[in-house]
């Protein structure tokens, strides 16, 4: 299938205004003996045979679709309305690129300003960006500002294990270049415990809220005391949570990311997702990415417009500090309309229904004899359970016979938390399926 | 066309966008101690939703719309089919922490699609992780500098750019800790061989380049420089922004080239989406195969007559590690898995010859009236300069802004710096003939305009939504957020967290 509209007559009229006689004579400066190879692909289809293709290969993945699901760690299956795939399909948004002409992109640039602004809202930070690429990626971006806040002279950075595992394997790819040294997270450890870890050569402490085991740590203190010695406090926070927890702002963050798939974005075996990236705004001159701003045009309307521009790396080229150039704008997009929708009550709803949900299922987890929820801290929609068996077993067994997608087996990640399994619950399990997968555990462990 | 307020503007209490299910189940008491007082969201029906952003897209410009010549961007035709292929069930419903037997269709198409890109640049490998070129990019430049370390190389810290190259390169090289060399173009826009020469010892890592280059013509001494680099020890570097010239047409792989990057949303016909998700795999060559991002897709089964291969997840050796959660922008993958799919191997040598036709069609209708500066057969794109002797005070943004009230997306502008006044113009094959008779016919009545009637150039455009913005008065005031943020240090003592 040809997506060229040429005939053969435009094609012979066009050649003929450019003087040549063939289309490979527009190539003569590739060096000849390389010009025009073979390339061994398969045959072309037409759009129904590639579609019926695609159907074959997505039948072959276990989707939501057709498995309830009780796994998080990283990407969240929560309600996606309709409306938010509806306006992302306009091809006004999405075939459109980077505002860079602001009288013909006042539909991103606005709608952009709109969700930095529920951004902020939500994590009661100052300034929000128009997105990176992942919450890993802006872990990574707010890793870069914090030692360029403290001039490169202090250049280590306190992680706590609670952060996503990936997102720590990908700030340390990221920083590799850059002599900057990590620590707090070869074991599990409490904020106060970080804290120990500061001194007078750190420039960050990052932590999650919830942490990757769900948990809700203690942080009071913690930003007065990091203040206190000039270190930044950055929370990898999860947005649906924001809904009803107290937001980074308050708990004293100098910068809050995070993924913001949970906000309207399908799973889609891991992206495009949403890196959020929200901080004070004694900090938005040293961030990177895109950030959309409010100014007036010549005939005096509001209007908005890219800005701080000089910040980044088309401009400052080599002395930008990240090289980042687009953001996730389409993914910024649903996020804003999922939060458009959601609204006020909408947001807290759907958070409560999934620490009510959580809630129930590790209550009735808990009862089950070989299984133990740990309580020690308050989680949100995520919970550790220790099994009796193997995660992977009681998995497979899950799949094969009960049609149940269950939790991450964290042994994976944290050697010492063998037979945990850490189960998330949303308001999409309905209590059905959580009682279909207690009943399965049950049996499964008998 | 009227302005759109603000979603918070059209925002009434108690109005919600959604209507969610009861809570079915016993409920639990909320940590009281942990909860937050205010939440600023919008409160509007669905109904304003829509609305809202529908008009606000009607402020919008995109490919679907009309002609976007935006140069080095590839603002090629989006097929619908992409779109319909990335929703399917089994992919956009698919949890990336399933296990590999639940998720054989996802895998068995991302390892198609590093077979094909593998083959359509004649490197080794791929990894599809990088989620932009800009990540690519870096993927790449660190795969470089891990591969000099690994050989107990340590005094290469330098990568050489053209001074024609897009921001990213040099960008990319800081962010890697590397140092950036900037090498002159000569007077025919190719990189100044001598320079390089002299530039090139043992402490160089590398070279990167874009082919064709930013000024949207193929380096002539294209085996030259990367003889001069490889002769020094250094790797080559070639960004894949411009890939839509090169498919079927050349193969990086094979002329030297040791990394590249593709951009899936150019040349692949992944959307823009108004800026992201892009899609930026990385490809290498044996050498570097050991340093891709990973994981990456493998066989780690091999098929029978009855049997499907098993995919799994590799992790390269010695790989510069992770720079993405998860698995790469999948949803990209899909579209351009389709794409390929749908034109094959002709097929997408169709498509660079005929972004390049159209170009060459485009430069040989405008060339008399604006001045090229390095006029010669060109890629998929070109430069011409925005300005004339006898039409002071007209620059290239006035004509890009004129444009826009003849109904066209303006090309880039500015870029690449050494040429002054630079409109980068980029057609891509699925624009017609009649479009770009249209399109150059409308540059020739702006040229004349720019004589006669200056004015309507300066204060174009007139016809957009809004006009000319004020650029400096966004920075001045700083205004990136409409709603109020507590002062957090003003607030009484925040309560524990630790409930109780």
């Avoid at chain 1, 961030?287 to 400052?316: C, H, W, Y």
């Avoid at chain 2, 008491?29 to 609305?51: G, N």
């Avoid at chain 2, 791929?126 to 591969?147: C, D, H, N, T």
């Avoid at chain 2, 990568?159 to 140092?179: F, K, Y």
Wanted: charge should be negative; aromatic fraction near 8%.
């Amino acid at each position: 299938m040809s997506y060229i509209p040429h005939t053969d007559a435009d094609r012979r009229a066009m050649l003929a205004a450019i003087g040549v006689e063939s289309i490979e004579e527009l190539f003569d400066a590739v060096p000849e003996q390389y010009r025009f190879p073979h390339l061994a692909l398969p045959e072309p289809l037409s759009e129904m045979e590639v579609l019926s293709e695609l159907y074959g290969l997505q039948a072959a993945n276990a989707s939501v679709q057709d498995f309830s699901l009780f796994l998080g760690a990283g990407a969240y299956h929560h309600f996606i309305p309709s409306a938010i795939n509806h306006i992302l399909l306009r091809g006004e948004f999405y075939t459109a690129y980077t505002p860079y002409q602001p009288e013909v992109s006042q539909g991103t640039l606005q709608a952009i300003f709109e969700y930095q602004s529920m951004l902020c809202a939500l994590t009661g930070m100052e300034a929000a960006n128009a997105s990176h690429y992942d919450g890993a990626t802006s872990l990574a971006e707010a890793i870069i500002v914090a030692i360029n806040e403290a001039r490169g002279k202090r250049r280590k950075i306190v992680l706590s294990a609670g952060i996503n595992p990936q997102y720590r394997e990908v700030v340390r790819t990221y920083l590799q270049g850059q002599d900057v040294t990590f620590v707090g997270d070869d074991r599990v450890r409490t904020p106060a415990e970080l804290l120990e870890l500061v001194d007078d050569q750190t420039a960050m402490l990052a932590v999650a809220y919830p942490n990757f085991f769900g948990q809700i740590e203690d942080f009071t203190g913690l930003a007065d005391s990091l203040h206190s010695q000039k270190v930044l406090l950055t929370l990898v926070a999860d947005p649906i949570m924001l809904g009803l927890f107290k937001s980074p702002g308050e708990l004293g963050a100098d910068m809050a990311v995070g993924e913001g798939q949970p906000l309207g974005i399908p799973l889609s075996f891991g992206g495009p997702y949403l890196g959020y990236f929200a901080c004070t705004k004694q900090l938005v001159r040293k961030i990177s990415g895109r950030i959309i701003g409010e100014t007036k045009d010549n005939r005096g309307q509001r209007a908005f417009v890219m800005t701080l521009r000089p910040r980044e790396q088309d401009i400052r080229r080599e002395k930008a500090t990240s090289n980042i150039c687009t953001n996730q704008g389409l993914m910024a997009l649903a996020a804003g309309i999922y939060l458009s929708l959601m609204g006020k009550c909408g947001l807290r709803t759907v958070a409560n229904l999934c620490y009510q949900k959580s809630h129930y299922a590790a209550r009735e987890i808990d009862r089950l004899p070989g299984f133990s929820v740990d309580w020690s801290k308050p989680f949100f929609k995520e919970f550790m359970v220790r099994c009796p068996r193997p995660v992977a077993e009681i998995n497979a067994r899950l799949l094969e016979d009960y049609g149940i997608i269950g939790g991450y087996d964290l042994a994976q990640d944290y050697p010492d938390r063998a037979n945990t399994m850490l189960l998330a619950v949303t308001e999409m399990n309905t209590r059905e399926e959580i009682d279909a997968l207690v009943a399965a555990l049950e049996e499964i462990a008998s | 066309m009227k302005l759109e307020p603000l979603i918070y503007e059209i925002s009434v209490p108690g109005r919600c966008g959604v209507r969610l299910p009861e809570v079915d189940v016993p409920t639990t008491d909320l940590p009281q101690d942990l909860l937050r007082a205010e939440l600023d969201l919008p409160e509007v029906s669905e109904m304003d939703v829509i609305r809202h952003y529908v008009r606000l897209s009607h402020l919008n410009y995109g490919v679907d719309k009309g002609f976007y010549p935006l140069g080095s961007c590839t603002m090629k035709y989006n097929p619908k089919v992409n779109e319909d292929a990335a929703r399917l069930p089994g992919f956009a419903g698919l949890h990336p922490r399933l296990g590999i037997d639940e998720t054989q269709g996802a895998l068995m198409l991302m390892y198609y699609l590093q077979t094909w890109l593998a083959e359509i640049s004649g490197m080794k490998g791929v990894s599809l992780q990088p989620a932009a070129g800009a990540q690519g990019e870096f993927s790449g430049i660190l795969m470089i500098r891990k591969y000099h370390l690994d050989r107990g190389d340590g005094k290469r810290t330098r990568i050489l750019v053209p001074n024609s190259a897009h921001g990213t390169n040099p960008a990319t090289t800081s962010m890697a800790g590397l140092e950036v060399v900037e090498l002159p173009s000569d007077e025919n826009g190719d990189v100044d061989l001598a320079a390089l020469r002299a530039a090139c010892d043992d402490t160089v890592a590398g070279m990167m380049i874009t082919v064709p280059s930013t000024l949207g013509l193929f380096e002539r001494h294209m085996l030259e420089v990367i003889e001069a680099v490889h002769g020094c020890g250094g790797l080559m570097y070639m960004d894949g922004a411009n890939m839509n010239a090169m498919m079927g047409v050349l193969k990086p792989g094979e002329i030297g080239f040791d990394v590249m990057h593709y951009n899936l949303h150019k040349t692949f016909s992944t959307p823009h989406g108004g800026g992201g998700p892009g899609s930026g795999p990385v490809a290498c060559n044996e050498k570097l195969l050991p340093f891709l991002p990973g994981p990456i897709v493998a066989e780690i089964e091999p098929g029978d007559d009855e049997q499907p291969p098993l995919y799994g997840w590799h992790m390269p050796e010695k790989s510069i590690g992770r720079v993405k959660a998860f698995h790469g922008n999948f949803g990209m993958l899909v579209r351009a898995y389709t794409y390929i799919r749908e034109n094959g191997g002709p097929g997408l040598r169709d498509v660079s010859y005929y972004a390049v036709l159209n170009a060459n069609y485009v430069l040989a209708l405008l060339r008399d009236t604006y001045h090229v500066p390095y006029d010669r057969f060109c890629g998929h794109e070109f430069v011409m300069e925005g300005r004339w002797k006898d039409a002071p005070g007209i620059h290239a943004l006035d004509i890009s802004k004129r444009l826009m009230d003849y109904g066209y997306h303006p090309p880039t502008n500015y870029f690449p710096l050494i040429v002054p006044e630079a409109l980068m113009i980029e057609p891509t094959e699925t624009e017609s003939k009649e479009t770009l008779d249209a399109f150059a016919e409308t540059l020739k009545t702006i040229a004349r305009e720019a004589h006669e009637n200056p004015e309507l150039l300066h204060e174009a455009p007139h016809i957009t939504p809004v006009g000319r913005v004020d650029e400096v008065l966004a920075a001045k005031q700083l205004v990136l957020c409409c709603v109020p943020i507590p002062d957090w240090a003003e607030q009484p003592p925040t309560l524990s967290t630790q409930s109780a």
